[in-house]
């Protein structure tokens, strides 16, 4: 039999994992949006084409949560995005259109710890998602608005391909559909595409000791896109929209170690590797139909213990519960690698996530639950790291009175 709780504890236990919420759309931003906040106070006034001024809100992050801002835009420009911890919480910024695609991340480029995205927005309805790194609760603001706004963080220094920006054809080097790339910073800083005809394509910089920035730009030098940060400190951009026949330009930027090697690679966009690109991430939750390795645990009793070699790739596990109730899950790390919990319901929206509890590194989840499946992804902070983990799993359902 699952344990119980006294009525008073769980009453609380489940004020703490609870946020403001705003009745919306359920499936806005991939279900992100239902517990949303409009930035301008309402839909009408939180158009960021038409503000006067930036939008801002103070968010409240508890437990393993996230807080979602919602805008809209009605003209295609360029916008920026900003999270920033009081008291020196540190920020980590998602932001997802109203298909629940990710535009872009970023953790650390306002600087101090503050989070930053400056990108060209599509008319459309956006979801910014801010979070703590760490996963210990965070009070801090979050802020959006054009780029001659004023900002709420200061920024931080990167080494950029030149002065004035754009992106330098006569010295780029040509790159083909899916055959890398390799130079460090200081030596090739811009790269060439050409097309033959119209195509999706997928670009990346990868080198996480350079903390590489892409940007695109089309053979005029006119800006077509950016990222920073989409896989740990590496860099992707994804062009749904085929690209037309022409030539296009790839520059690089740099936070991180101008030497080191960077590998940028252009190759044809994949739906399906991007997909299950999200599912190794643990940003989104696989189907249970077989196509990706989930374990199931059947009906959660009161206590189970999974043993397990975490990797930077998410392992998955699904379970049923029954009736209401609070589910724990812990991972111990045992002295090997720092593991990160994330956990969704059945419609895939996630319920919880945590990286670091009781000052340590292991990772806790406390969620409330209704009777459902549910799906929890385990996996390291660091791609490169792999070790033991330990998953406790444990059900609680309140005390009868």
Sequence with gaps: MPRSLSTALITGLFALAALPAAAQDDSLCGGIGAAGQWLGGEEGASDLATAPDYLEQMALVLMQNEYVGLFTVSEAGAYRIEAQGRGGGDTVLDLRNAAGELVASDDDSGGDAASRIETDLAAGTYCAALRSFDGTPLTGFLRAGRSEHEALTPGFEMSTPDDTGGCDMANAQALALGEPAQNPWRDQRYYRLSLD??????????????????????????????????DGLNSRIDIV?????????????????????????????????????????????????????????????????EDLTATGIATW??????????????????????????????????????????????????????????????????SAASGPIRLLFERYVPAQP
């Design 317 to 382: 596990y699904a379970f049923e519960v029954t009736q209401p109730g609070l589910v724990l899950v812990e991972a111990i790390a045992q002295g090997y690698g720092d593991p990160l919990l994330t956990m969704y319901d059945d419609l895939g929206r996630q319920v919880g996530y945590n990286d670091d509890s009781m000052n340590s590194l292991d990772s806790q989840l406390t969620v409330r639950v209704q009777a459902g499946t549910y799906l929890v992804a385990v996996k390291q902070v660091d």
């Design 197 to 230: 005809a119209p195509t999706s394509v997928t670009f990346t910089a990868e080198n996480e000791s350079a903390d590489p920035i892409l940007t695109l730009y089309d053979g005029n030098g006119g800006w077509l896109a950016e990222n920073d940060d989409f």
């Design 241 to 305: 929209e085929p690209l037309a026949a022409g030539d296009y330009c790839i520059a690089i930027s740099t936070y991180g170690d101008e030497t080191a090697a960077i590998t940028v690679t252009a190759k044809a966009y994949d739906p399906m590797e991007v997909q299950r690109n999200l599912y190794d991430r643990g940003e989104a939750s696989p189907p249970l139909d077989g196509a990706y390795p989930v374990t199931d645990l059947g009906e959660l009793q009161t206590r189970q213990r």
